[in-house]
């Protein structure tokens, strides 16, 4: 089974995947076999390379788009980091002074370093230093002296957390942009810190050049790219080193973003991140002619998508890996209204109805690209919704990284608002980031839809093919009045076909019959089955925030029957109106399991 399981998962890598994984891997074992010569070869490598100059205007520029990152982050924590404290995704650690950080702390993640590392980013530094505040130069060299001392290359791991490429690259982009922006506070010049400062720099460049992280690709092996172009910022031009930086950006462009301006992981929140890796891209300076040409042409189509994954209260949607805080707000680098009453991403799969502050957004499309699925949840045909911009239905977002339990139900179909069936999972999970079986979601444009709803929007998925069952749903908006939300499940009648919904505990709950109100802010949304029943209603909870567990509600439908399949109809509504004839609705149906 295991062997099966590897399999199902390896085989859609790509033959520069398997080229660059047997040589990546081939790196790591002689770096851990030899880290002396390892640390001596790169640090040689360091020496043929400029100091950076923090007075450049280009460098400045990119600063400009790190600090607007780092200050959604830490939120302008200007006192904690000197004192030993810090808010690693949304948990506190406090070592007592900077001279005591343990950079090789547990940091309560298990199997996943994902808070070493980002301790070892040292994006935290940005906003304090760009306040120009005497004590941050000395601050970030003690730092980085402790980094060091605790980080020997000879240290078993420190290639898998705080001297991997991905978190280099981020270490690298902070310390720049820091200093760039200490000197453009008119900060104290401080010779000796500066000096330590860019050397360390210097010696991340040369580390992420030689350990590109060809294997994994995507948003990993851009924020490599990204990082060496940050680093050209501060030169009068780039280094011979890194004359692959058009031609490869240029390929990572292409691979990490769809044509139509979508993420090829389908996560809003890297979406997000993306957008500011182009940012720093464009005021490099390291690229030119039709590389800087296609990164503005792709900034502007990744402004239209993300306004497609985002709600009316500026924040973006929490399908897959996404989580709020990690990025700047969505209202930051789009306008959410912009996509217009009606938008579909064929190909990112996601689509959006919206008008006057109501929002419904439906997950109908693959989980992430094949070769590196990495951050994907089953969410197939999940929806989010927002009414009078509060959000009424939500994902569950992501309360971890570390592979578990925790980690596989996040994913789970059971976990979404999508319609599944029970015991059964679209995609086969397995540690923090493995996809092995997968299905797809596919949009459903069929004018046999249209008919019901002002605005409309439809899918359905393929990943219950392995017990042979189909789901697709439907849902519509009045704007200002109602919704209406459809699914219907054909096929695999020995599993139970269940709908759950989140709804944010902000929503006091009330339960009559088989109808049940939610209330926020003078608004009351009532929702009740006009086909099916509701089952189940109480408390849940759901992580809009990195592992903070926030108070929810659930409510879990079951169908009933809709001609050859089953079927469940919710009616939302919270403005006047008359629900929708029994015969339209049925009429409905019926076309969806013609679709």
């Known amino acids: 089974m295991s062997f099966a399981r590897t ?5 859609h890598l790509t033959a520069e995947q398997w080229f660059f994984r047997a040589i990546c891997r081939g790196k790591r074992v002689v770096m851990n076999a030899m880290p002396g010569p390892t640390r001596r070869r790169i640090e040689r490598a360091a020496e043929k390379l400029p100091l950076p100059d923090p007075a450049s205007a280009r460098l400045l520029t990119v600063a400009k788009a790190v600090q607007m990152l780092q200050q959604a982050v830490h939120d302008n924590d200007f006192t904690d980091p000197a004192r030993g404290r810090f808010e690693l995704l949304n948990q506190r650690f406090d070592f007592g002074s900077a001279e005591d950080i343990s950079w090789r702390g547990e940091f309560n993640e298990g199997n996943n370093p994902l808070r070493r590392m980002n301790l070892a980013y040292m994006g ?8 120009g505040e005497d004590g941050a130069l000395p601050l970030a060299r003690t730092m980085i002296a402790g980094l060091e001392e ?9 290639f898998r957390d705080v001297w991997n ?24 010049p401080n010779a000796a810190a500066e000096e330590m400062i860019l050397q360390h720099v210097r010696l991340c460049v040369a580390f992420i050049r030689a350990n590109l992280e060809r294997d994994l690709q995507y948003n990993h092996l851009l924020k490599n790219f990204v990082a060496l172009a940050a680093y050209c910022a501060g030169l009068e031009k780039p280094p011979a080193q890194f004359a692959l930086l058009p031609r490869a950006v240029s390929k990572s462009l292409r691979q990490n973003v769809l044509e139509e301006g979508g993420h090829a992981e389908r996560c809003p929140m890297y979406h997000a991140l993306g957008m500011l890796d182009l940012d720093i891209l464009a005021a490099s300076g390291a690229l030119e002619g039709d590389a800087v040409d296609q990164i503005a042409k792709t900034r502007e189509k990744m402004t239209r998508a ?4 985002s709600h009316p209260d500026g924040e973006i949607a929490l399908f897959n890996d996404s989580w709020i805080g990690e990025a700047p707000r969505a209202d930051t680098l789009c ?10 991403l064929p190909e990112t799969g996601y689509s959006k109805i919206a008008k006057d502050g109501d929002a419904v957004i439906l997950d ?14 089953a969410d197939f045909l999940s929806i989010e919704a927002s009414v009078g911009t509060r959000r009424l239905l939500v994902d569950p977002g992501v309360p971890t990284y570390t592979a578990g339990a925790a980690r596989d139900l996040s994913r789970s179909a059971a976990s979404h608002n999508g319609p599944h069936f029970a015991g059964a999972e679209p995609i086969e999970f397995w540690k923090s980031f493995r996809v092995g079986q997968r299905g797809y979601g596919t949009p459903l444009t069929d004018e046999s839809l249209a008919d019901l709803a002002p605005l409309w929007l439809s899918g359905r998925q393929s990943g219950y093919r392995h017990i042979g069952g189909e789901v697709r749903r439907w849902a519509g908006l009045w704007p200002g009045r109602a919704m209406l939300i459809c699914d219907r499940w054909d096929g695999a009648s020995e599993h139970q076909a269940v709908t759950r919904f989140l709804v944010p505990a902000d929503w006091s709950m009330d339960q009559s019959g088989r109808a049940i109100s939610f209330s926020r802010d003078g608004v009351t949304v009532r929702a009740e089955p006009f086909l099916g029943r509701l089952r189940d209603a109480g408390p849940a909870h759901f992580w809009p925030r990195f592992g ?34 029994a015969g339209r609705i049925a009429a409905l149906f019926a076309a969806l399991g013609d679709c």
């Open 306 to 309: 993300l306004a497609i994954m």
């Open 7 to 11: 399999w199902r998962t390896v085989r």
């Open 335 to 344: 306008d959410p209204a912009g996509a217009g009453d009606s938008s579909l």
């Open 124 to 131: 935290y530094l940005v906003p304090l230093m760009a306040r």
């Open 364 to 377: 109908c499309g693959p989980c992430g690209p094949d070769d590196n699925p990495g951050h994907a949840h």
């Open 150 to 158: 605790q980080n020997p290359w000879s240290q078993r791991g420190v």
């Open 548 to 581: 903070v567990e926030t108070p929810a509600h659930e409510i879990v439908f079951e169908p009933g029957e809709a001609g050859s399949g089953r079927g469940l109809a919710v009616w939302f509504h919270w403005g006047a109106i008359d629900a929708p004839d």
């Open 165 to 188: 490429a991905y978190t280099a690259s981020h270490r690298s982009i902070n310390l720049l942009s820091g200093l760039a922006l200490y000197r453009q506070a008119g900060g104290t």
